[in-house]
């Protein structure tokens, strides 16, 4: 039985003081061996609750048998009674994100940061929150003749010099930028930053500067496929690079450390210059989690170092810990709004003493922001309103770049106290690796009050600029709700529900299979305390084949849960495993592994297609509830048939599934 005192510590670690590995800084040599057994009980202890509170012993082999969401809901709580603690996100869910509950709609394809709120995004005049945000108070807003906008423009610049003598741009830009740095504490002391198109066009960036011919080597690590990746690979590989990737052990998907380490330590004693690590501290796809310390060992032995930081936590880079490990480039991207729009932008940091180890070149995927007419309203007003436009992102000639982007995204102007400071920004995500849907939103007016600042404490950055009566600010709601909520409720809120969700998947089994066919495989990490909040899985049917995950994101939309699909590579089999590899890898056709242009001949057309879920820090508990119930449904021997002349029927036509 457990003593009064342990159950304390791990309840205690349980409610957040107990991180992910990239949080686990060195501490004073007398306090090591007690703070590694704390943590190591406080893992255990929520394995042990996960697998244990939940019908343990416990197989569903009907969808109809399910408890239902209520009855979930009260286990939930009782295994994770840290998750009360959370409720501050669903607060600003129902006042900021009302969206999703009107349109009933399961956002799990959104992977980064959101900017700004549906509330803010669509506050009109004389309007009211509905349903979700009702009995908020909601007094009128003034009325303005026309909406704030900003642009983004395409230029035709050398990455290094704008690096070295790029400028601020216009106010609108320097503030967004500060606004960024802020926000991920990055200091402009030590990075300089562009902003660029999307993810892809970061990566190329940087493959098109950074000196291969002197620097050979290109070292990844990723478990699928990524198209910004396979874009950085095919550019430096024309340009004379050799390419590395690290692989994944089976079946844990593991990163194969000692052949890792061979690829990065040098077996010379002299050190010399080797490459470049392009390296994630988390796989957007299976939730895997690695080791920070592998950047310190390829700067050790003379590597540059890109973090890519897109698949992070909303506020995880407030943890990494920049100053104990700056890499060399960074990139991190984001989206506008949570459910309504993925379109957005990336970031490229590079840090100050490294620009000058970069090549010229003549870049396309950089970006500007310019402020649009009437940018700035009068300060008196509290906030702005905006409509939105396209974003066009075909680009690729120099006269296609001449043409500016219109890109929208609201600004808001107020009269502030001097001192008081907050920042600005936005990102695209790529189509293969995000396949969210562009869901019409439906018709919704609502008011953002200054007198409701009982759930989120907006912050403003000051725009230092020629005006001398007042100060303009940027809002980014989206960033306000993060920075309101803080690392330890978010991290803590995401590791119930995928732990939950992750337990509550391999529950399924299918009937009257005397092998006992469980429903969804689950690839990388299952329950476990740091995993991350992505999820890679495929469904079987009742004969053990996979269903397509194409079929399975299509009949998801239907269901208006929106996933995505992706494919898993570098996969290494011990002999163990020798006889299974056969059964699990795919070998997709030439055309099929065309990522970017990539033509290479090589592993990356062989791999295991997968379904993928992404919880965000807006992910509620009937959402992860809404997908258990939709994979379930495929216990149903019949359930694609039904599906598919439910369909036909409905639109009076047949179609491919």
Known sequence: MQSPRLREVTLVCLDGCCHG????????????????????????????????SFFPSTKFTNHESLPSLQES???????YPQYSNTKRADKIRAKEYYHLSLSNHVCLDYIGIGLFSHAQLHTQSSSTVPVASSSLPTPPQPQYSDFPFFSISYKLVNLKLELLHGGQGSELESAIKKRI?????????????????NRSSAFKLLAESYPFQSSRKLLTVYDYQSEAVEAMVDTSE??????????????????????????????????????????????????????????????????HVLLDACALGPKDMDSFGLSLFRPDFLICSFYKVFGETPTGFACLFVKKSTVPVLEASTSTGIVSLLPANKL??????????????????????????????????????????????H???????????????KK??????????EENTDLVQHESTEI??????????????????????????????????????VNALMKLQHPNTEDKVPLVRIYGPKIKFNRGSALAFNVYDWKGEKVEPVLVQKLADRSNISLSYGHLHQIWFSDKYEEEKDRVIERRKTEECNIAGNKRKSKAGQGIRVVTAALGFLTDFEDTYRLWSFVAQFLDADFVEKERWRYTALNQKTVEV
């Open 21 to 52: 590995p990239f949080l686990n800084f060195p501490e004073p040599q007398n306090t090591i061996s007690k703070s590694s057994s704390t943590s190591a009980t406080c893992r255990r202890y929520f394995v042990a609750a996960t697998t244990s």
């Open 73 to 79: 809901f009260a286990q939930f709580k009782k295994a």
């Open 181 to 197: 740095m802020d926000f991920l504490n990055i200091s402009e002391n030590d990075y300089s930053m562009v902003f660029t198109a």
């Open 238 to 303: 024309k340009r004379g690079a050799r390419i590395m990737s690290a692989e994944f052990k089976w079946p844990r998907l593991r990163v194969h450390s000692a052949k890792l380490k061979n690829m990065i330590v040098s077996k010379r004693k002299k050190k010399k210059k080797r490459g470049l690590l392009v390296f994630p501290l988390q796989s957007r796809m299976t939730g895997a989690s690695y080791s920070y310390q592998w950047m310190s060992v390829a700067q050790e032995n003379g590597w």
């Open 376 to 421: 700035f309203q009068s300060p008196e007003y509290s906030s702005g309103t905006d409509t939105e436009l396209e974003q066009t992102s075909n680009y690729g000639t120099q006269e296609d770049l001449v043409k500016a982007s219109s890109f929208t995204g609201p600004i808001s102007a107020a009269r502030m106290r001097s001192g008081r400071s």
């Open 423 to 437: 920042r600005g920004e936005n990102s695209e995500m790529s189509k293969t690796e995000v396949t969210a849907k």
């Open 440 to 449: 019409e939103s439906k018709t919704s007016e609502t008011v953002e009050s």
């Open 464 to 501: 230092s600029g020629n005006r001398s009566d007042s100060s303009e600010v940027i809002e980014c709601s989206g960033l306000d709700h993060v920075d309101s909520l803080g690392l330890t409720l978010i991290s803590s809120r995401a590791r119930c529900l995928i732990n939950w969700l």
